[in-house]
């Protein structure tokens, strides 16, 4: 029985650890790297909290060294989403049921493994599975999400505390429910946080998942499941299963008990899911929550005032930190003709100085992108450019898979603004750049915000406050996160919440309460101390 009200204050975010050169977080992380790599790992799935190994494995190998086996998972087939169904629905009445402060104290200890024991595992996982260098990784799988489970959590107290306000005579309350069903997660290979996000912040709201995780990013995703059944996550809230996208789907969707999806990756998979779910509409005990952020195309718009460190250094950053694999990665840049050979020559010099190797060399900037498939479509859209009279690359252009799926950064100059990787999503290391008259900002402008469907991030690089101003507002609709002289990527949970609209999403903003109230399901509730014992209301009374 509650006696007390509990409060989880604001927390702070979490450290970034640098990993210098003779640090103590250094040896431990090259520790754990080594012994990943020294043993070949056999991951199950985990459904109803039994581990399930089914002999249909796949091979895990780094992007950056193909040759090396990681180890392998156990692939499911439809009977294993329909346990995974059945598992969530079983544990979901004692879950819903659990005090909050119990389920909070669960991903509040997750946080605290993740931070602590379980840090090294988490960012070496990362690396060698999803090819990210140290820093990528600490940001990422470390400290994103321990901010997410820790911030979630403050969140969700605060949510609860949100009451009406109450007549004399009566008393009224909100109680936060957990959606009717279950919850499918749905999660990308580029960050590790999101995998970890997306089925927890549903699952802290006392929802039951099922969560499917990108095949690239099962190794990462296999050390986030470990680390939540030991701080008591109970069997069946979480259940995760391999087993192809369309298959989970169609499993998924056709249940009556489905509630909603937590998504991030493509659009075209997020669209086609909205029409399927659209389609069933019929067959659900309730309106499915449908939350995603799937793409973008996103833009660095460089005003004549600006000073031109800050925008190499935003482009350098934006838009090969993780090889361009970001959804907020910086891809197309309008850069005005006064800067522009400054700016061009600055950038070419700074790739340059850029090495490319794998993630165990902590000297390599660039590592590899995440698979065969993606190498061959950024490939493509390379040669194309080579071959194209229009338009001119300046900087890299080179690529190879001989070892890995190494990519070098590439800078392609595009006179058109409409050029075809000015517009398309390639997702990978490669920027686009279009020269514009300086003295044509408002112009610009308009082509920034009509070039692409997507709306995820973009920033504004400018000395001149007038612009940033008059950009802020011109492009309000272009950006979900919108930065001001500084890269478009890098959003902190607490600080920056995460989202865009448009072809980007549901713009539900990740790492703030407003993707939590998704999750919820509200009640309100009025109790009348002295009722009224008859119909009547004075106005029928006779004068």
Avoid at 326 to 334: D, T, V
Avoid at 495 to 521: C, E, H, I, V
């Amino acid at each position: 029985m509650n006696t007390g009200y509990f409060e989880y204050a604001a927390p702070a975010n979490e450290p970034v650890l640098n990993y210098a050169p003779g640090s103590a977080e250094r040896a431990a992380l090259k520790k754990q790297l080594a012994a990943f790599k020294a043993e070949v790992a056999d991951i199950p799935m985990y459904i109803g909290g039994k581990e399930i190994r089914t002999g249909k494995t796949v091979d895990l190998r780094p992007p950056h060294e193909i040759k090396h086996k990681l180890g392998h998972f156990h692939m499911g087939e439809a009977s294993h989403v329909k346990s995974a169904i059945a598992a969530a629905l079983a544990a979901r009445e004692k879950w819903a049921n659990m005090e909050w402060e119990q389920r909070a104290g669960i991903f509040l200890r997750a946080a605290e493994l993740l931070a602590t024991k379980y840090r090294y595992h988490i960012n070496a996982a990362t690396m060698l599975g999803q090819s990210k260098n140290p820093y990528q990784a600490e940001i990422d799988s470390a400290c994103e999400l321990i901010d997410f489970l820790r911030y979630n959590v403050h969140f969700l107290s605060e949510i609860y505390r949100q009451q009406p306000a109450s007549a004399p005579g009566i008393h009224n309350r909100t109680e936060y429910r957990p959606l009717e069903g279950f919850v499918l997660a749905v999660t990308p290979f580029n960050f590790t946080a999101i995998a970890g996000n997306l089925p927890t912040s549903a699952a802290m709201c006392g929802n039951v998942v099922v969560w499917k995780p990108a095949n690239t990013q099962v190794f990462a995703a296999n050390t986030i499941m470990k680390v939540l059944i030991e701080a008591g996550l109970p069997d069946g809230v979480i259940n995760l299963v391999y087993a192809g996208g369309p298959l989970i789907g169609e499993i998924c969707f056709a249940d009556p008990h489905f509630a909603g999806i937590h998504f991030t990756g493509s659009t075209g998979v997020f669209q086609t899911m909205w029409k399927t779910i659209g389609e069933n509409i019929s067959k659900y005990k309730s309106y499915p929550r449908i939350v995603g952020e799937t793409g973008g195309k996103d833009f660095v718009l460089v005003h004549k005032s600006a000073d031109v460190a800050i925008a190499v250094t935003a482009l350098a950053r934006g838009a090969f930190e993780y090889q361009g694999q970001k959804c907020s990665a910086a891809s197309r840049a309008y850069i005005p003709s006064n800067l522009a050979e400054e700016i061009k020559s600055k950038l070419v010099a700074e790739l340059k100085t850029m090495k490319m190797g794998t993630t165990e060399d902590f000297s390599n900037f660039i590592n590899a992108v995440i698979d065969e498939r993606s190498f061959d479509k950024i490939a493509t859209y390379i040669d194309n450019a080579k071959k194209d009279p229009t338009v001119k690359i300046i900087a890299g252009g080179n690529y190879s898979k001989t070892e890995g799926y190494f990519i070098e950064p590439t800078v392609i100059e595009a006179t058109d603004p409409k050029y075809v990787t000015m517009c398309e999503e390639i997702f990978g290391p490669v920027l686009t750049i279009h020269t514009y008259d300086a003295e044509k900002f408002e112009e610009i402008m308009v082509t920034v915000d009509t070039t692409s469907e997507y709306a995820l991030t973009g920033a504004i690089i400018a000395q001149d406050r007038y612009a940033v101003e008059l950009a802020t507002k011109k492009l309000v609709n272009s950006a979900g996160n919108f930065y001001i002289n500084d890269k478009p990527t890098g959003a902190v949970v607490g600080q920056q919440p995460f989202g865009g609209a448009r072809a980007s999403g549901t713009n539900d903003k990740a790492g703030s309460m407003l993707n939590l109230y998704r999750w919820l399901s509200a009640r309100s509730i009025k109790e009348t101390f002295v009722p009224a014992t008859d119909y009547k209301y004075p106005f029928l009374k006779e004068a």
